[in-house]
């Protein structure tokens, strides 16, 4: 029997995830939902996946879909666990033999998991036209079929746009239904809508690059720089562009003094709370996903028995019809639309839309897992036209397939998604780098950010850049150092095992 894992490979997941199985949960230990109600010549397809709340929800809803039609007529039953920490988990139970049947990811991992063989390819749902290139939007198929080979399935797809408060525009003078063209622009629109008070502190801010964070290692894209060279695994840090890019980032702590801006971001409170600066209206533009839209409508008090989940709640008690569920949805879609804008980030090499950042969650089936045939019945069902677009409405996101329903845009609790889907539509999109030394980079260029905004005085851009640029280049010298050893490994694995 062929080896699936080299003793380098297991070795290297099993310490990725050290602490989490020392301290955290044990993969062995959940106790499933509803394990008893399941019939016993029913096949139990474990599922872990990393989303909660609203987000979890809605994939329950997709979950109990399957589990009363087809998954009854086939004997197939699905068991959705919410796990914390789902990747280092899903590496450590993959590297004891014991991984679930399926496994919620986030795409930027996609290519870690790969080189350490950590997934079983989809072969079989690319030969029968599930996931295709015809089938998704042409930058998902990129990231799911690295060289061709499908490796997963694309749950919920995002774009990022730049959001605005259209009160806060008009207030300012500002035309409310157009948002900042350019950085140039960017930074004029956020000067009129900045207010501070006689001490110099401030009270609204129009515009922070630094909030949510969530971009800080992705700037570079807006001002023209190519991060990852596919063909190498070499990552482009310390770039003209990236110094353009950073050199304008650090320009917002610089202008209002770092101490200033460390002083008003700190009662920021967490973005999926009423205390989120944007809904508060303390800072009037912000880069977010699609998902914002829910984030406000849930935490908003215009929005409180307006928000999607509040109606679908109603709906699954049956206060209200269907019909009457689709009116509100509308008339939240409405309500968001005139308070709130959203459209293509603006960049500084042309018009919006020519630089765009796009990401992915995915589900895969990891390599071991006990329940191959039933998990790709399941991804089948998960993927098909219409349960895609029931995801991606409940969690306010565009939809991986090329094709549309005109129900999915019309009924949107988005009022926005048409923007969405266009960007994931574009040529010009970027994802994250598929590459097992992505999350190393993004860590280093974060780092730098961090440092740039905090200490100005001490770190001028160019040679903080450059020694994050060094951390890394160190890092991937020794990681190459490593695989190559790890390849001997296999190699005289494989051979040992062709002479028996």
Known sequence: MR?????????????????????????????????????????????????????????????????????????????????????????????????????????????????????????????????????????????????????????????????????????????????????KELDEMADR??????????????????????????????????????????????????????????????????????????????????QNPFMNGTVAMCLQGPWFVSYVENYTPRFAKLNFSYIQRQLSRREITQAQADAKIIEARELFAEHYGAAMPPNSIGKPGDALHGDLDIWAIPRGAKHVKEALEVIRFFTRQENMELLCTWHSKPSPLMKVSEKFIRNHPNPYIDVFEEMLRSPNITGLPQSPNWIRAQDQIRLAANALWRSPERNAVEPTLRQAQENFDRHLAEYRKYAGMRKQVESASSGSEGRR
């Not at 809605?58 to 399957?66: A, I, P, Y």
């Not at 562009?241 to 002083?263: C, D, L």
Request: charged content about 20%.
């Open 3 to 183: 080896i699936l894992f080299s003793r380098v490979i297991a070795g290297v997941m099993i310490l990725a995830a050290l602490y989490v199985l020392l301290f955290g949960s044990k993969p062995g230990s959940y106790e499933y939902p509803d394990a008893t109600a399941v019939p016993k010549d029913f096949t139990v397809v474990t599922y872990w996946e990393k989303w909660t709340r609203e987000e979890g929800a809605g994939m329950q809803r997709v979950v109990d879909l399957f589990n009363t039609t087809e998954g009854r007529d086939k004997k197939i039953f699905v068991q959705l666990v919410s796990v914390s920490q789902v990747d280092q988990k899903t590496l450590v139970a993959t590297a004891g033999g014991d991984p679930p049947d399926i496994a919620g990811l986030w795409g930027q991992q996609l290519g870690a998991f790969i080189t350490y063989g950590a997934l079983r390819p989809l072969t079989e749902l690319q030969a029968d036209g599930t996931i295709t290139a015809e089938t998704y939007k042409p930058f998902l198929w990129k990231c799911v079929a690295p060289h061709g080979t499908v490796y997963a399935a694309s749950s919920t797809p995002a774009t990022v746009a730049i959001f605005w408060n259209k009160d806060l525009f008009r207030e300012a003078g500002l035309d409310p239904e157009r948002g900042p063209q350019s950085i």
């Open 193 to 274: 809508l900045t207010v501070v008070d006689g001490k110099g502190q401030i009270i609204r801010a129009g515009y922070l690059p630094n909030f949510p964070g969530w971009w800080d290692y992705s700037w570079g894209e807006f001002f023209g720089n190519k991060i990852w060279n596919e063909e190498t695994d070499d990552f482009r840090i310390d770039t003209p562009e990236n110094v353009r890019a950073y050199s304008w980032y650090q320009k917002y702590a610089i202008k209002y003094g770092p101490g200033t801006v460390q002083t008003f971001g700190a009662g920021f409170g967490q973005v999926a709370t009423p």
